[in-house]
């Protein structure tokens, strides 16, 4: 059993601070500290990733996990759960949150786990752990997929003036990382590269033509916004005889764009 109380007092007391200092940044009372400590109780989940942040440690090393061994079962974990994102989002969560009881505070799963709450319903409970996340982990992919997250949530409750300041978290990049491995790495890798970047900017373009004809519609650009639908169109039908490769996709981007589908039909019949 893990022994997290004991790794806590240990990094404490190596920080050389007091169980109140340490409170006081948690917005804890010390007796809690203590508490945990001594173990008798266990910190909340949402705190995990700002006491590894505190002690400058990953949630892996305060859980003392072998890092390989730990990256493997998370994985497993995350696309078990992804099979269910779309089709069953609770049970996907249950998956999760079972992977939580076992990792504690991982980021990774936590950063799944925000996929499948209801940003309506759950919105208290999004924000909290995006912004938890955004100033604890270390990992960038993490940071800038919690922002995306977290901006998405505010635009679903009205929040708007606060999604400029958090889309500003993330920097402006004109190249990604599959691209190069793509362009300057050779073998099985420089495939998996290209088609799953081929994935990522088809499915991105679809959605920037859909977004940019429903604002032309809007001020009245009616011709200029059904080319924008029927562009968006011919790029979905466009992979329609695409293939998969099943250790990489689940599906092609013909039918990852489903819904798009339906909706640029409905656009271009109102």
Do not use: H
Request: aromatic share 10%; net charge negative.
């Amino acid at each position: 059993m893990i022994k997290l109380g004991e790794k806590i007092k240990s990094l404490r007391k190596q920080k050389n601070i007091s169980q109140e200092v340490f409170a006081n940044y948690l917005g804890v009372s010390f007796q809690a500290v203590s508490k945990w400590e001594n173990g008798y109780t266990l910190p909340d989940v949402t705190m995990i990733p700002a006491i590894a942040s505190f002690f400058g440690v990953s949630t892996d090393e305060l859980f003392n996990f072998n890092l390989y061994e730990i990256e493997k079962q998370v994985e497993d974990i995350c696309d078990e759960a992804y099979k269910y994102r779309i089709s069953n989002p609770p049970k996907s969560e249950q998956i999760l949150r079972d992977g939580l009881q076992r990792f504690p505070g991982n980021e990774i799963i936590l950063n799944n786990l925000l996929y499948t709450l209801d940003y309506k319903t759950r919105a208290d409970e999004v924000i909290t752990l995006c912004k938890t996340l955004i100033e604890s982990t270390k990992d960038d992919s993490v940071k800038y997929d919690v922002c995306q997250i977290l901006a998405t949530c505010y635009k679903e409750n009205g929040q708007d003036d606060l999604i400029q300041p958090t889309l500003d978290l993330i920097p402006e990049i004109y190249f990604t990382k599959l691209e190069l491995m793509a362009s300057l790495l050779n073998g099985e890798i420089c495939l998996e590269s290209a088609l799953k970047q081929k994935n990522i900017s088809a499915i991105s373009l679809i959605d920037m033509l859909i977004i940019a004809g429903k604002y032309l519609k809007k001020n009245g650009e009616i011709e200029n916004a059904v080319l924008q639908f029927k562009i968006a169109q011919k790029v979905i039908d466009a992979f329609a005889d695409d293939f998969v490769k099943a250790k990489w996709f689940r599906r092609t981007v013909y039918e990852y764009t489903a819904k798009q589908r339906k909706e640029i039909e409905t656009l271009l019949t109102e």
